[in-house]
């Protein structure tokens, strides 16, 4: 009787192990919250999780890196330099929203801590060849197709990006390398970094609402034949007595580098910027255009730099002259610096454009100037507009998700 009831006992033992052992065998995964290597399958970064990168992070292709909103992806302060590479044929889809946007940031609190967001697509460049390899990862990028699609991004905020590799190779904020009209890019900042807060090299990526605050390089930056679309532009250059470095451009715009007609030609078409420098008397040039490149910029003011617009090239400035570029109700705080073909006189040929124009703004870049080009009219991209500038008094499209 006793051996029964010994044997019953075991067996219903061994019947309740087993059933514990498979509850825990087939209960959920607890989630890695590091990031690093290559990733080669899809995965999600969950909305409220904080996330800690450590070195780079490959988005192969084939593979979506999806981060929710209210994500933060925090770099760790040790001697692996950090960043987020998306290659070719990979796609991010990473949407914050106003009240909960995706913030990258370091545990360094300090310009140059970690080396930012890069994407590399399959849009036309105008390097040699077609295509190049990124600055970051040594990635391929460049191509044929206008429409390439590498993803979504939007309301992220980059904080304290720039890390220097060398004196002549620092990483930006976001780096669009050859990036498609395909894929979707809104409401971004770029906070203190130590180097440019956006650059393009080359591509057709269409961009909306970006902010680049206090970056100690150019706030915005391309080269190599981007021809993209972009409106609702901010970039604020704090004093040196507030952010402790200098300031460069506000936009430095480059053609090629190397062959100031490389085709395609670098032609971005930009309405609604803000642009206020720092008043720094070593770097003086506001938005500088050199190196072959066009542009046509409508409905930007511009501040805070001993010369708000400066010109260089003969490329440059004959498409300027020739209205292969065009400028139009563009106010300057101040005046400008050119090569000898383009001049200020030709500048205010445009009634619409100004010189030593003074303009009041409040919170350093929040107010607009009555009279505008509407360009949706042209490409319904745009959003109508009758205004220079880029935040009305009463539309703060940066609060909630952007830090000053």
Avoid at 120 to 125: E, K, L, N, T
Avoid at 267 to 291: C, Y
């Amino acid at each position: 009787m006793k051996r029964k009831i010994l044997k019953t006992a075991l067996l219903v033992f061994g019947t309740l192990f087993i059933a514990v052992a498979c509850e825990r065998n087939n209960g959920p995964d607890i989630e890695s919250t590091d990031l690093s290597g290559e990733l080669t399958e899809n995965r999600t970064l969950k909305s409220g999780m904080t996330y800690t990168l450590s070195g780079g992070l490959h988005v192969k292709a084939g593979v979506t890196l999806t981060i929710e909103p209210g994500v933060t992806i925090i770099s760790r302060d040790d001697d692996i330099v950090d960043y987020i590479l998306v290659e070719q044929d990979a796609k991010i889809n990473a949407r914050g929203t106003a009240s909960s946007p995706i913030v990258m940031t370091s545990e360094k609190k300090e310009s140059g801590a970690w080396g930012g967001v890069h994407i590399c697509g399959r849009a036309p460049i105008n390097v040699t060849g077609a295509q190049s390899k990124s600055e970051i990862g040594d990635a391929s990028y460049g191509g044929t197709n206008a429409a390439d699609n590498s993803g979504v991004l939007s309301y992220i905020r980059l904080e304290y990006t720039g890390y220097a590799f060398s004196e002549e190779k620092e990483s930006n904020g976001f780096t669009f390398y050859g990036v498609g009209n395909g894929t979707v890019v809104d409401h971004l900042q770029s906070y203190k970094g130590s180097d440019d807060g956006f650059e393009w090299f080359g591509g057709t990526v269409n961009v909306k609402y970006l902010v680049s605050t206090h970056s100690s390089d150019d706030s915005f930056d391309w080269t190599e034949g981007w021809s993209g679309m972009a409106q609702f532009l901010v970039a604020v250059q704090g004093p040196v007595s507030e952010i402790g470095y200098e300031s460069d451009c506000l936009i430095e715009a480059d053609n090629n580098s190397k062959d100031f007609a490389a085709q395609p030609v670098s032609h971005p078409v930009l309405s609604n910027l803000t642009l206020v420098g720092n008043e720094s008397t070593l770097n003086k040039r506001g938005v500088r255009l050199r190196a072959g490149t066009r542009v046509a910029l409508y409905n930007a003011l511009i501040t805070g730099k001993p010369n708000c617009l400066t010109t260089e090239t003969n490329e440059t400035e004959s498409a300027l002259a020739d209205g292969t570029s065009v400028l139009d109700h563009v106010y300057l705080a101040s005046n400008i610096a050119t090569a000898g073909i383009y001049s200020s006189a030709l500048f205010t040929a445009n009634a619409n454009n100004g010189i030593n124009k003074t303009f009041n703004l409040s919170s350093k870049y929040i107010g607009t100037v009555p009279g505008g080009k509407d360009l949706s009219t042209v490409n319904s991209f745009f959003i109508k507009t009758d205004y220079k500038g880029a935040v009305p008094a009463g539309n703060d499209w940066t609060a909630g998700w952007c830090v000053w």
